[in-house]
DNA sequence: TGCAATGTTCACGTGGTGTTAACGCTGGGG
DNA sequence: CCCCAGCGTTAACACCACGTGAACATTGCA
């Protein structure tokens, strides 16, 4: 272990026990979380608890070689990368390292929409030129889901199943309701929008960048 | 200094003056801070504002052999180390290696909600303008869980898990009540809450900034 | 044991939120 | 030029989540 602080050492580390481990990462925050817990079970537990905390941590699952079966579990769990048992400080230190730089699809907290608007996902509200506006939950998702997909043109159907969900059979024209309250919350003249855009017979669709500047 | 720099040169160094200090730890969140004003009276005002601030960083305080006062005065205030000019660099850089690889880091014993609430974790009592307000214990564990993760939505479900225990079932609405609580002792309105607000059909969130400042 | 402090649960009112429908407007095709 | 499907707009309505107060239960301490 000395090796192995040796090899990370320009990194803050922090060691901390099973029972800890959410509360950890929920205050630390940390890029990346190596589970090395000796009981497996335990282990895959840590696993579940982390993804359903809240942090964006990347994890890395050591288990003794024999826990095959543990190990492959991890994997469907979502863990990052899922290794055994013995391993080399060295191998342990680049695992970290290649997680840490790995372009990952991050859950970023902020979306931006122009240059004007930034829809802050953790606290589910959009800064409009530096003010505070407050959204309703649905306007939210909707928002969140344009703005992960921009300038590409939602059908109501798909508005539909995504946001409601997929069991969901409501009016698609209730999408049309929450567009209009989005739009006044979003455009600077409502009326003429210029991010929020009808494909007429299609859907809707979020303009990310002004369309002049294309 | 050239030395200095020569003995620290694999980490990150950052030098600033007095009055940019808090903020300058603030976006930095460095490990470590070396105050080494040639003024004594400014650099224990600077330990105050950054004790008082939303750091975890060490501090070092140096002084000039002279002022022996303030620097006693600093090891009260919470320095975690104190120490008298002239140093020879080599010493300073063993001292500054010491707190960055202290077994782990100083927990925070202050949480700042605004600039007149403090939540002392220690006592478990909360500061409010200057007064001593008395918080119940759940009230001091829900507050402190929602400091720890400023800005972050807190959904009931989590609040429980963290407060009350992984294994315990007890009706989430119980929060609210505590939230309301906690909003009669750190809300100026409690009717119009601005610090710990409520994220309809989500949960709560702890904003430690006033919202239309960003 | 008794009392005070703390914690939990419930019921009720209210306001925010979502849904639906009706009606008017617009643009494109016959 | 008119028609009509599609969309904008508004408002009524129902529902549900939350705030609130209080009763009740539990804990801690003298």
Aim: proline share 7%.
């Amino acid at each position: 272990m000395a090796e192995l602080d040796a090899l990370l050492g320009d990194l803050e580390l922090h060691r901390v026990v099973a029972a800890d481990v959410v509360r950890a990462a929920t205050e630390l925050q940390p890029r990346v979380i190596v589970l090395a817990d000796p009981d497996p079970a335990r282990g895959l537990r840590s696993v579940r608890r982390l993804r359903s905390a809240h942090t964006d941590a990347r994890l890395l699952f050591i288990t003794p070689v024999v826990a095959e079966q543990e190990r492959l579990e991890a994997l469907v769990e979502g863990v990052d990368e899922s290794l055994a048992e013995p391993l080399a400080p060295s191998e342990l230190a680049g695992r970290v390292r290649l997680l840490l730089h790995r372009a990952r699809p991050v859950r970023r907290s902020r979306l931006l929409v122009g240059e004007r608007l930034e829809l802050d996902l953790e606290r589910r509200q959009l800064l409009r030129d530096g003010v505070w506006v407050h959204l309703r939950p649905k306007e939210a998702s909707l928002l969140e889901l344009f703005a992960r997909a921009p300038g590409r043109v939602l059908t109501r159907d798909h508005i539909l199943e995504r946001v409601w969900g997929p069991d969901h059979s409501g009016d698609p024209r209730t999408v049309d309701v929450h567009v209009r309250w989005l739009r006044s919350k979003i455009e600077p003249d409502p009326h003429d929008p210029v991010w929020l855009l009808t494909v007429r017979g299609v859907g809707y669709r979020l303009e990310t960048v002004p369309l002049t500047k294309r």
